[in-house]
């Protein structure tokens, strides 16, 4: 007797769900499959190596947003001279301090009120669009503080130190004799020392250091300009008392604790070896 319409015999394979699918779509499986895997490779290996920054997005100018820093350098020491007083002698010179580096070096010191006698300090850092962020420095490395010796402004503590050490023959030296009485410097562009610098302006940006009753100040150093120290100007000296005549190496240093951010620490100082004879002094 024939089975009834619809059904099974033992002759029939179960009905699978792929029964119920088209006969093309195994086939075109069969031809994506590869393909899609290869897609997928490929996709990953892209996204991994974006995440590595081994492809550079076309979005991304060619001339990227830099830091422009500044580096700070002391040119030699000149002008020397000895001053005798009723009980010092002094070693007094000349100094200074300049930027060599692609940006300019901006600090900027501020506080509450003026019954505060110190100001904090930021530096800013600018960008090649313009732009800057600031650094604040830790009360603790440096501040600036109204000058008591009559220069009537503003001056940024430990931006400059003065050593004196004795000097041998064979190009050794000992160990400090003295440091600068000076501690504190109010610093602008007020000298030309290489405005060919790349970003070196043609004329003074910064030009002063505030007043008495200032609450906030700008100082600083723009490319390719120097700020001077003569050596007439008080606490330009080195107290010398009780050094005996001969060879001395004097060195001037930038930023000496390393307080300020700039494109290269390691040419922050200079230095010259002098000969002291009684109340005469050379330059070798």
Sequence with gaps: MPPATGGCTSRDPPRTASDHEPRW????ER????MSR????????LVAASLA?????SSVPASAVVERLPDLKMLKPTGFYIQNTTTEKRLRFTTIITNAGTGKFDLRGSRPSTAYSRMSLKQRI???????????????????????????HWH??????FTIRRAYADGSYGGILGRGAKTGFCFFDNTKVNLGLPYAPQSPSYTGCGVASSLSIREGLSVGWGDKYGSNLAYQWIK?????????????????GHDFLESNETNNARAVII?????TVSVI
């Design 53 to 57: 920054g081994l492809i550079v997005s």
């Design 38 to 45: 290869l897609i997928k490779a490929v996709i990953s290996t």
């Design 25 to 28: 779509r195994s086939q075109r």
């Design 275 to 279: 000969r002291i004879t009684g109340n």
């Design 156 to 161: 940024v503590y430990k931006l400059q130190q």
């Design 126 to 152: 600018y960008r090649s669009d313009g732009t800057y962020r600031s650094i604040s420095i830790p009360t603790t490395d440096s501040w600036a503080f109204y000058a008591g010796d009559g220069h009537a």
């Design 31 to 34: 031809e994506i499959t590869p």
């Design 240 to 256: 010398i008392n009780g050094l005996r005549d001969g060879l001395y190496r004097i060195t001037v240093r930038a930023d000496p």
